[in-house]
């Protein structure tokens, strides 16, 4: 299962004039059981949702107060997330003849026309305040809190990741929740600014969207959307005809070979973009390579043996990835090792939807097919990134799981030879003599291998998102 959490917007998405209809809760029950979580993500402050809807106690945390505060519905505990604004500030507003206004733990809201009275006002004083608009409702907050600061919040107590969540929304303060997940919905009667950011558009409105995407979760875990979600890919290069190749972030197996200097280089570059868009990964080395990763801890050295124990607990934190180091472990006893490290990154996968991926640095120093059969275990490689400078003598079962075959350098057609044989032959003679800098091929696809100029860190960014 990937998508383990629905984050949801309360008025105009799940509820219509403040209600949510029974089937809507029946459909928020369906999906509660099917194992995952339910988040609330609302511009509401905590009493009056109260007062309208009794079943909170459904959601696992509700983010109110449009990311402000964080509120626990089993034990009924409120976690502001950031201090209030100054009472003067709300004084001055009255003074002013503001209002409705409405104070909450640390929302202070009113209504248009005053927006320009509360811009004021908040440079009059000097404060280090924002306005967020919600189809007529000025919400005042302190900067840098929107719906998304308030879900990370929550899926971090919850050891979830952002990456294996669903959000959906209808209006203007939905944007960085929905843009902060993996999939974004947009029920139907939402606003058409949201709708084109949105991955999915669904045809019901209101709670009856949100419906419709539950089901859809349940269904196929929303598989049938997955040609869509190029927003998050990893990039690779481009092609001859310039034309961007990129990697899908999820359900894929990537073998990449080169010599030393070039694989370490190419690994950093792709590590740096899993960083940078909040991808979790494990990295298990099996030599003395220093990453230089910034603040991503080591487990074992070339000394001792590394604590798989400490490495789960790290990976149970959805921000924190980690180096572990195969070092210290004897080559006789290094593929058991690797296989009960890997069947219990799995078994963390299935329960929290992370790490991310698994980069497994000198694979032809791990596993030999020998290996796998002798300690009678079904490996399951999914999401992993395999960096060898040897293609030619790969496990069977670990070379028909790639999905992706990158070979870079001077020695990069030899490299793609060697993991197929006679997979180049055929090449024309145009590519045959392409100057390139690595070879892209994708075996289970019915074409050959194409050349591509790689992106580096200093050529190309990547997209955070």
């Not at 409702?137 to 919040?153: I, Q």
């Not at 990741?161 to 993996?182: I, P, R, W, Y």
């Not at 197929?420 to 291998?449: G, H, I, M, Y």
């Amino acid at each position: 299962m990937r998508y383990l959490a629905l984050a949801c917007d309360y008025d105009g998405t799940l509820a219509t004039g403040g209600q949510v209809p029974q089937d809507v809760v029946d459909s928020l029950k369906r999906l509660k059981a099917s194992g995952r979580k339910l988040i609330m993500v609302t511009g509401r402050e905590i009493p009056e949702l109260l007062r309208v809807f009794p079943e909170l106690e459904l959601f696992d945390r509700i983010v109110a107060e449009n990311g402000a505060l964080l509120y626990h519905p089993a034990t009924k505990r409120e976690n502001p997330l950031v201090p209030r604004p100054p009472d003067e500030f709300v004084d001055l507003l009255k003074a002013r003849e503001v209002g409705p206004i409405s104070v909450g733990r640390v929302i202070v809201a009113t209504w248009q026309p005053h927006e320009t009275i509360v811009l004021q006002t908040i440079r009059d004083l000097g404060l280090e305040l924002q306005v967020i608009f919600n189809k007529g409702a000025v919400m005042v907050l302190p900067s840098g809190v929107n719906k998304a600061t308030g879900l990370r919040a929550a899926l971090s107590e919850l050891g979830l990741s952002a990456h294996n969540t669903v959000a959906v929304g209808d209006a203007e303060n939905d944007h960085a929740l929905c843009m902060s997940c993996e999939i974004s919905a947009a029920v139907a009667n939402a606003l058409p600014t949201l709708k084109e950011t949105a991955d999915i558009v669904l045809r019901n409105h209101h709670g009856a969207g949100v419906s419709e995407l539950i089901d859809r979760m349940l269904d196929d875990d929303l598989a049938s959307v997955e040609c869509q979600l190029t927003r998050h890919n990893l990039l690779i290069g481009h092609d001859e005809a310039g034309e961007t190749i990129s990697l899908p972030p999820h359900c894929c197996n990537v073998l990449v070979s080169a010599e030393a200097p070039e694989l370490v280089d190419w690994a950093s570059y792709f590590i740096n973009q899993l960083t940078e868009a909040r991808y979790q990964y494990c990295l298990i080395e099996s030599g003395e390579v220093s990453w230089k990763l910034d603040r991503v801890p080591d487990v074992g050295s070339a000394e001792s043996r590394p604590d798989f124990d400490s490495v789960i607990k790290l990976m149970e934190k959805p921000g924190q990835n980690c180096v572990v180091h195969f070092q210290a472990i004897s080559p006789a006893e290094r593929s058991s090792c690797l296989i009960e490290l890997l069947n219990r990154l799995q078994t963390l996968r299935q329960q929290c939807g992370h790490p991310h991926w698994i980069i497994l640095n000198g694979v032809d120093q791990f596993l030999t097919e020998e290996d796998i059969s002798q300690h009678h275990t079904e490996v399951e490689f999914e999401r992993m990134l395999f960096l060898t400078k040897n293609t030619a003598e790969l496990p069977e079962s670990l070379r028909s799981s790639v999905d992706t075959v990158i070979t870079i350098g001077q020695t990069a057609k030899r490299l793609m030879e060697d993991f197929l044989p006679n997979v180049t032959t055929n090449l024309s003679a145009e590519r045959e003599q392409q100057d390139t800098d690595a070879w892209f091929w994708k075996p289970n696809c019915r074409s050959e291998p194409i050349p591509v100029r790689l992106a580096t860190a200093d050529s190309e960014s990547c997209s955070v998102p």
